[in-house]
């Protein structure tokens, strides 16, 4: 090992390290609160709803979303998406049911997707009970990894119900065009639905052009782990049957599961301790920025993408997704044709301290897509707002040496 240092370069599948300022809410909110909100009304459950009530406010502000009760906090991005998918699903089958329709239920999805995504589409395709569903997967760029909106135009159909889009990949780091999606999906009168698990907190997202926004609390909104929300237009919660019931803390007079929101999508407590600590993740990235973060790791990113570029420099390496900084974030999946990718990471942790994650990355139909999938995918290194210039330097410098000795080998 050249030196000691570990240069976490995982970000995609969770931030480190997190803000203090996350550590210290979390803390805080543990030692001298902790009460369930909106279970009592003394002051520690007064207060932990304020701060629930807070960090829904900061999402919104982030996000340009129009009402804080339509943010419906989950476990997870997953969670989330399952939340819009299947309600909407669940919508529709009852839908047609209680019309005597038999009409497919449609969905749009793209190769880009990831697992969370794939997997409750072809879950719903399988289930005999309903209204068949059934989805359609747009075709991404080979070279890219982009999709495009004229293919999503002519994949909606009458019976379309949503669509939905990765909006940076976490194989390629692959940028699609969600505003051009959104016109498309707004000029049919279909929901779109936006997986922003690698993009939301880290790049500008204006809810404009968006439906419904499914978002992790722990990547790069710098919060904990187990904490998520889906952002949901208003108007669009009415086609969207809730997937739980349970206690709210609200009419629990009632032994009916509330209409109102955000109760609609919470049963049960909160996971305030994440929450709070989100909400100064949330607020961390607001006091910073977004944009000027943005520019920052863009920077960082034709770093990358100008030294990958020197095929002489790394032989034997082979980058997915866009070559340039045009249409990428900060990920870079790497495939070398000699070295296998679990043992490319390997050989960066155990001989260089930098920490990847290699696989298929639960992204099937993307590496599909790149010619990786059977090859047991490739060695993934993601950015984050603590990644240094010289992190940067250390792991260009780590595959350089990686490739030139696996060449002079060979």
């Known amino acids: 090992m050249t030196d000691s240092r570990r240069i976490y370069?995982?970000?995609?599948?969770?931030?480190?390290?997190?803000?203090?300022?996350?550590?210290?809410?979390?803390?805080?909110?543990?030692?001298?609160?902790?009460?369930?909100?909106?279970?009592?009304?003394?002051?520690?459950?007064v207060e932990g709803g304020r701060l629930i009530a807070q960090c829904r406010r900061r999402l919104c502000r982030l996000f340009n979303a129009p009402s804080p009760d339509h943010v419906a906090f989950t476990l997870n991005a997953s969670d989330a998406l399952n939340l819009a998918i299947k309600g909407i699903a669940h919508h529709e089958r009852a839908r047609r049911a209680r019309e005597g329709s038999n009409t497919r239920v449609h969905f749009v999805a793209t190769s880009m997707d990831h697992n969370?995504?794939?997997?409750?589409?072809?879950?719903?395709?399988?289930?005999?009970?309903?209204?068949?569903?059934?989805?359609?997967?747009?075709?991404?760029?080979?070279?890219?990894?982009?999709?495009?909106?004229a293919d999503l135009r002519a994949a909606i159909r009458p019976e379309t119900a949503l669509v939905i889009a990765v909006h940076a990949s976490n194989v390629s780091g692959t940028i699609q065009p969600i505003n051009d999606f959104g016109a498309v999906?707004?000029?049919?009168?279909?929901?779109?639905?936006?997986?922003?698990?690698?993009?939301?907190?880290?790049?500008?997202i204006d809810f404009g052009a968006i439906d419904l926004l499914a978002i992790p609390g722990h990547k790069y909104l710098m919060g904990p782990l187990g904490t998520g929300a889906l952002i949901i237009r208003p108007g669009v919660e009415v086609r969207i049957d809730p997937v739980r019931e349970g206690g709210t803390g609200t009419v629990s007079e009632s032994d009916l599961h509330p209409d109102s929101l955000p109760d609609r999508y919470e049963p049960g407590s909160h996971n305030t301790l994440g929450l709070v600590g989100l909400s100064a993740g949330v607020q961390w990235i607001l006091d910073r920025d977004v944009e000027t973060l943005w520019r920052r790791e863009q920077a960082l990113v034709e770093r990358?993408?100008?030294?990958?570029?020197?095929?002489?420099?790394?032989?034997?390496?082979?980058?997915?997704?866009?070559?340039?900084?045009?249409?990428?974030?900060?990920?870079?999946?790497?495939?070398?044709?000699?070295?296998?990718?679990?043992?490319?990471?390997?050989?960066?942790?155990?001989?260089?301290?930098?920490?990847?994650?290699?696989?298929?990355?639960c992204a099937p139909r993307a590496h599909e897509t790149f010619g990786t999938r059977d090859a047991g995918g490739a060695t993934r290194l993601s950015l984050g707002p603590f990644v240094t210039d010289e992190d940067a330097s250390a792991t260009l410098d780590a595959l350089r040496e990686i490739c030139a000795h696996t060449a002079a080998a060979s």
């Open 116 to 149: 969370s995504v794939l997997r409750p589409l072809n879950a719903l395709a399988a289930d005999p009970v309903g209204a068949p569903v059934e989805w359609t997967c747009l075709a991404a760029d080979p070279g890219t990894g982009l999709v495009d909106p």
């Open 9 to 45: 370069l995982d970000n995609a599948a969770t931030s480190f390290p997190k803000p203090a300022a996350v550590h210290e809410a979390m803390s805080l909110y543990a030692t001298t609160l902790g009460a369930s909100p909106g279970r009592g009304s003394y002051h520690e459950s």
């Open 304 to 361: 990358f993408t100008d030294a990958l570029a020197n095929r002489g420099e790394f032989p034997g390496l082979r980058l997915l997704g866009p070559h340039t900084a045009a249409h990428r974030a900060g990920v870079f999946s790497l495939v070398h044709e000699a070295i296998g990718p679990h043992e490319l990471a390997a050989i960066l942790e155990s001989e260089f301290g930098v920490l990847a994650r290699a696989g298929v990355h």
């Open 185 to 204: 999906c707004r000029d049919a009168g279909v929901p779109f639905l936006v997986d922003a698990a690698q993009s939301a907190g880290r790049l500008p």
